[in-house]
């Protein structure tokens, strides 16, 4: 529909790099509102995979 803006962004470079990497690269992209969860989870300490990884920004 008209009117409609796709704030998306990709990052086509951060896989293989650990979270912290990942965070650091998109916040010199200009993000800065960035919760990195580390809470032991084998998800949270996970190198970033092949796909798309979803960043939620708060505006």
Known sequence: SS????LRKR????V???GNVAVEIIQRDGERNIE???DG??????NI???VV??????
């Open 3 to 6: 009117g409609c803006v796709d």
């Open 11 to 14: 990052w086509d470079n951060l």
């Open 16 to 18: 293989g790099k650990p």
């Open 36 to 38: 990195v969860v580390d």
């Open 41 to 46: 989870t084998p998800e949270a300490d996970a």
């Open 49 to 51: 995979r092949h796909g």
């Open 54 to 59: 979803r960043v939620i920004l708060d505006e």
